[in-house]
């Protein structure tokens, strides 16, 4: 059974940084896309960043200029390294895997950023 798991969310203050990381485990032989999504109250899940297994990247408008997706293949890890964070960033942030075609999420991390 593949599961991913998250870390890294928490409480920070506006400009400051975080870092979240998802790592995947089970039986795995292939990974395409990797991506974070984030979801706010009341408002729809919504792509922040995607990475392709080649490395090509894709982030949203809200996001670009401040927000670095990377991943390692080798560990099966994606990770988001999140700089100058403002007040509507704050949100769950889930990692997701497409991982032998099937989409996998993980349980999702609290970023909250304080005014």
């Known amino acids: 059974q593949v599961q991913l798991v998250e870390s890294g969310g928490g409480l920070v203050q506006a400009g400051g940084t975080l870092r979240l990381s998802c790592a995947a485990s089970?039986?795995?032989?292939?990974?395409?896309?990797m991506g974070w999504y984030r979801q706010a109250p009341g408002k729809q899940r919504e792509l922040v960043a995607g990475?392709?297994?080649?490395?090509?990247?894709n982030y949203a408008d809200s996001v670009k200029g401040r927000f670095t997706i990377s991943r390692d293949n080798a560990k099966n890890t994606v990770d988001l390294q999140m700089n100058s964070l403002k007040p509507e960033d704050t949100a769950v942030y889930y990692c997701?895997?497409?991982?032998?075609?099937?989409?996998?999420w993980g349980q999702g991390t609290q970023v909250t950023v304080s005014s």
């Open positions: 990475i392709t297994s080649g490395g090509t990247t």
């Open positions: 089970g039986s795995i032989f292939r990974i395409n896309a």
């Open positions: 997701s895997m497409t991982v032998h075609s099937i989409v996998r």
